[in-house]
T-cell receptor, first 109, second 116 residues
Framework: SQQGEEDPQALSIQEGENATMNCSYK?????LQWYRQNSGRGLVHLIL?????REKHSGRLRVTLDTSKKSSSLLITASRAADTASYFCATAGNTPLVFGKGTRLSVIA | EAQVTQNPRYLITVTGKKLTVTCSQN?????MSWYRQDPGLGLRQIYY???????DKGDVPEGYKVSRKEKRNFPLILESPSPNQTSLYFC???????????????FGSGTRLTVV
């Protein structure tokens, strides 16, 4: 029951540029979360935005949520080579967290 | 340090030989879950547990068993592994099933299983 779908599937940018990833989902949610995964490693929780919130910041991360469009975006500002990873959105409703397939971000130094 | 510990990190086994992947968390979390990750398919949930002695099937439970006898441990059991269970497995825990209050999941480092 995969719900979140990230776009694009892969993104390649230069160091210092901003990276934007989008997530669309189908059913109503209580919150939406973003995770990061370095190659072959466990996922790391980045940020959670609740359904009654529209925008949230954490360091260089900015997340927006538009429940009317059932979509979210993750913006990483001033990207660094160390940001190279896969990023997943995950939706939380009345069922366990459901993950999308991820966006593979490559930041070139 | 708060963490989810999975063992082993890597495992190569033969078809039909029973195996157990252990998962332990030290955060007193009620909720624990197992996922498998395959290229092009993302993370798919195998089983989850809301608390001790409470387990439920996820999206791909066939061929797997779990138990939750203690709050901290949630082992994944493959009674008769087959090659299509070759995958990267993750255990995760949360202070509660992510829903109303909303808490992030803490993931283990993963177990790469190869069944030949």
């Amino acid at each position: 029951s995969q719900q979140g779908e990230e776009d694009p599937q892969a993104l390649s940018i230069q160091e210092g540029e901003n990276a934007t990833m989008n997530c669309s989902y189908k059913t109503s949610i209580n919150n939406l979360q973003w995770y990061r995964q370095n190659s072959g490693r466990g996922l790391v929780h980045l940020i959670l935005i609740r359904s009654n919130e529209r925008e949230k910041h954490s360091g260089r991360l900015r997340v927006t949520l538009d429940t009317s469009k059932k979509s979210s975006s993750l913006l990483i500002t001033a990207s660094r080579a160390a940001d190279t990873a896969s990023y997943f959105c995950a939706t939380a409703g009345n069922t366990p967290l459901v993950f999308g397939k991820g966006t593979r971000l490559s930041v070139i130094a | 340090e708060a963490q989810v510990t999975q063992n082993p990190r890597y495992l190569i086994t033969v078809t039909g030989k029973k195996l157990t992947v252990t998962c332990s968390q030290n955060m007193n979390h009620e909720y624990m879950s197992w996922y498998r990750q395959d290229p092009g398919l993302g993370l798919r949930q195998i089983y989850y547990s809301m608390n001790v002695e409470v387990t439920d099937k996820g999206d791909v439970p066939e061929g797997y068993k779990v138990s939750r006898k203690e709050k901290r441990n949630f082992p994944l059991i493959l009674e008769s592994p087959s090659p299509n269970q070759t995958s990267l497995y993750f255990c995760a825990s949360s202070s509660q099933q992510t829903g109303g209050a909303g808490y992030g999941y803490t993931f283990g480092s993963g177990t790469r299983l190869t069944v030949v």
